[in-house]
């Protein structure tokens, strides 16, 4: 006699509201899926420091919300035809990571190549709950990944705590590293060695980046930039020297400090390029003098976000880069969803560039 088909157990997430309200693990109705929808089983999800400004006040987000929008997981339902950004069509049991947005596809900015800034965009990890869309964002054990979103199909063998932040650390200095022409022989300046900077120091070097210069005011983030492969490593007050020395075609300012912004804008060489990544949130206005930039051919622009494609490349990247295990190394043993509070308590102390969730409720 066959046994009883159970069915699946209902999501869990851990649903934020707000400074005062805090996490509380709710159970949720599993989605009935539109066409174009997958409801992903969540692997791992790694906390960002844009969750950390908005959990400290300093980012408006609608809430009740579940936060998170590095993760990855594997696909548990899907309707309708739905393909990755290879081309491959979605189907259970598949791993993958997904945009940290859902674009139209439609709009002006979509088809000009900015789905990242699409008139509708409706982020994971920033929008409020609602009667249908309730798995938003990365802390629950589901995902509900509406129609507009980009997935991208993740390799068995690359280590999800190496995966989950290819969504928003890896995918974000590959936009920069793209809007910036980065390419092989080029001299890169590096200016904050968080996540963000480590990567684009590896990716540099990926890319055939003849030199890379790391700039921290940290001496344990210059360390590590060495292990990830920078040319030289030195504090604020030594880079000038060494920009000059070693070249700057590529300035990358990751740290959103304002004066890393100003040295940014002061050290890019000849026909060099900056790209701003770090300056998610108000600050200081910076000044800069427009005959300089002019006599230079300096170019400037901003990253925020990315495209799937952007995503796609992070991926491949993390698969391919021989210091996957140092990847590996920045993120420690994940905690249960059940422990969010103490996930967020070391998050907040600095102590690793990532923490991780597992979605065991613990």
């Known amino acids: 006699m066959t046994a009883p088909s159970l069915p699946p157990p209902s999501p869990t997430a851990a649903v934020w509201s707000g400074p005062d309200g805090g996490f509380a693990l709710i159970r949720q109705p599993r989605p009935e899926l539109a066409p174009g929808e997958v409801l992903v089983r969540v692997e791992l999800a790694t906390l960002c420091g844009s969750d950390l400004h908005t959990l400290a006040g300093d980012r408006p987000t609608p809430v009740p919300t579940v936060l998170g929008h590095e993760a ?37 900015r979509c088809t000009r190549g900015v789905p990242q800034k699409c008139a509708e965009l409706r982020k994971y990890g920033h929008e409020a709950v609602d009667g249908r869309w309730r798995l938003n964002g990365g802390f629950a054990t589901h995902c509900h990944l509406v129609a507009g979103t980009g997935l991208v199909e993740v390799p068995a063998a690359l280590p999800a705590a190496v995966a989950a932040p290819a969504s928003c650390a890896t995918a974000t200095v590959v936009c920069a590293a793209r809007r910036t022409e980065l390419s092989a022989g ?56 060494l920009a000059e020395a070693y070249g700057a075609d590529v300035v990358l300012e990751l740290s959103g400090s304002a004066r890393a912004v100003r040295s940014a804008l002061d050290v890019v060489g000849v026909d060099g390029r900056v790209a701003l990544v770090g300056s998610v949130s108000p600050g200081p206005r910076v000044d800069f003098a427009p005959d300089a930039f002019v006599r230079n051919l300096s170019r400037v622009v901003g990253t925020h976000n990315y495209t799937v494609d952007d995503l796609a490349e992070a991926v491949r990247f993390l698969a391919r880069t021989p210091v996957q295990g140092l990847f590996a190394a920045l993120v420690p043993p994940a905690l249960p969803l059940g422990e969010i509070d103490a996930a967020v308590a070391s998050a907040r102390a600095g102590t690793a560039p990532r923490v991780a969730l597992h979605m065991d409720i613990g």
């Open 186 to 241: 080029d001299a890169v300046v590096v200016l904050g060695c968080g996540m963000l900077g480590l990567t684009a120091i590896a990716y540099a070097r990926d890319r055939g980046a003849e030199h890379v210069v790391a700039c921290d005011v940290d001496e344990n983030r210059r360390g590590q930039a060495l292990a990830f492969g920078a040319t030289a490593v030195c504090g604020p007050d030594e880079l000038p020297g």
């Open 72 to 108: 990855v997981g594997f696909v548990e339902e899907v309707a309708g035809p739905v393909r990755t950004a290879d081309g491959k069509s979605v189907t259970p049991g598949q791993r993958v990571t997904w945009t940290v947005g859902a674009s139209c596809g439609s709009c002006r």
